[in-house]
């Protein structure tokens, strides 16, 4: 029998935070009782540290030079299989509620429902240009606003949408209790929180007023004592006009861990209907990237720093025993687990991802291919790789010098080994898997090409009428609740649960 999976995705949420599932001082009852009955992958890394080009390879298995999801503006292409096409494909109904930041007007890849819309823009709007270096777009970039306003709030734009999510969510686990269709599910829950702008209301607030971690354990670096890359991400978020106190960053540190405690609600109340419906299910906690939360005096994400790049994954199944794993992996190998658990051939899927399923590494077995990532989006001016294997991450750029760090030494990433003779085997094994996998000339090549055309369809679209991409939640009122062509006693049977 083919097992019910359910998919909480969060928003840019460090997996530093989550050494062995949620760190003991975060307030978060139901993620701890999940990590209890889960598997636990401690070392689990975006495919690429920003919100579209990480969903899109989560969902579809692939990096962003296959997927051309390069940034937060690229479209997602309709002919690529996502892992809710190859469920659907195994006879499974699938349905969305929440961010997925699909770009392009494909608006489901996939999905046969979606319950809300979007948090962001569908269009191409958010375009880098990398013939001009440097450029800030004011208008959509991130700055250090939501350092400098952060603090508690009882709504913001997010919070109304996240309250959304998790409505839909609980009324569609209801309705799948119903059991009108026969099939299998997958639900994806996707919440757009901990992601900033920093703000939180106050009852979650409040539970971090006495917390010790509200300060980064590597304090702010002078601009000069950045690396290249990080040079170019204190740019892109206009650093040098903003004043950034002591009390800001504790006070965005605290939302940030009060918005964790936050999604732990509403993930305990999806849980619970879950229970109450006697429905059992694959569950899934993952994020699409991490937060650099003032280490080193970065913010946000961009970075392949382990904040930015590492995320939390765990997985609750009856076929497999809760335990800790510790060798790398990535999110482009949940695509292929999902598969992996819903019976589809995996022969078949090895053509359409890149990833591993996880499930032979969470019975035991040992995993020796690298993960690897890629970055070029905003506050990039060439793509940048990296490589993760064993305890050394390898990051590479044709503009910049190259960096290789020992994270079990080395865990803040503090100390540049590529220049050291003492690690030259260790970095002519990283650059021969780094010349095997990407011509970086090439793929600089195409991330310009992408850019150029986007820019002028987006350009171009904006002249006369516009017709949006936006996705619209289709409700059939006529199909709720009573309605006239319904038989009354047949409607209030169909619709409850549990029947007598």
Known sequence: ???????????????????????????????????????????????????????????????????????????FPSSLPTYAHHLRGAGYQTALSGKMHFVGPDQLHGFEERLTTDI???????????????????????????????????????????????????RKIYDLSRGHDERPWCLTVSFTHPHDPYLARKKYWDLYKNCNHLLPEVSALSYMEHDPHSKRILDASDRKNFNISEKNIKNSRRAYFANISYLDDKIGEILDILQKTNQEAVIIFVSDHGDM??????????????????????????????????????????????????????????????????????????????????????????????????????????????????????????????????????????????????????????????????CIVYESLRNGEYYPWDFQPLKKASERFMRNHMDLNEVEERQRFPRE
Request: hydrophobic fraction near 35%; include cysteine; charged fraction near 25%.
């Open 1 to 75: 029998m083919k097992p019910n999976i359910l998919i909480f995705m969060v928003d840019q949420l460090s997996g530093t935070l989550f050494p062995d599932g949620p760190a003991d001082w975060l307030h978060t009852p139901n993620l701890k009782k999940l990590a209890a009955r889960s598997v636990r992958f401690k070392n689990c890394y975006t495919a690429s540290p920003l919100c579209a080009p990480g969903r899109a390879s989560f969902m579809s298995g692939q990096l962003p030079s296959l997927t051309g999801v390069y940034d937060n503006a690229a479209e």
């Open 120 to 170: 962001y823009p569908p269009d191409f709007g958010w375009t880098p240009d990398y013939s001009k270096p440097g450029e800030r777009i004011d208008w959509w970039y991130h700055n250090m606003g939501s350092v400098t306003n952060s603090g508690t709030a009882e709504i913001t734009n997010q919070l109304e949408y996240d309250d959304e999510v998790a409505y839909e969510a609980k």
């Open 293 to 454: 939360l003032g280490e080193r005096g970065l913010w946000f994400k961009m970075s392949f720093f382990e904040n930015s790049s590492r995320v939390p994954l765990m997985i609750s199944s009856t076929v497999l025993e809760p335990k800790l794993v510790a060798e790398p992996v990535s999110t482009i190998d949940v695509c292929p687990t999902l598969c992996d658990l819903s019976g589809c051939d995996m022969e078949k899927l090895a053509r359409w991802t890149e990833g591993e399923s996880l499930l032979p590494l969470a019975n035991g077995s040992i995993r020796t291919n690298a993960v690897l990532m890629e970055y070029a989006a905003e506050a990039s001016y060439a793509p940048l790789i990296s490589i993760r294997k064993g305890p050394f991450k390898y990051n590479r750029c044709d503009i910049d010098p190259e960096q290789l760090f020992d994270l079990e030494s080395d865990p803040n990433e503090l100390y540049n080994l590529a220049t050291s003779q003492n690690f030259s085997e260790e970095l002519a094994e990283f650059r021969k898997i780094s010349d095997a996998k990407w011509d970086l000339a090439s793929f600089d090549k195409e991330v310009r090409k992408s850019q150029a055309q986007r």
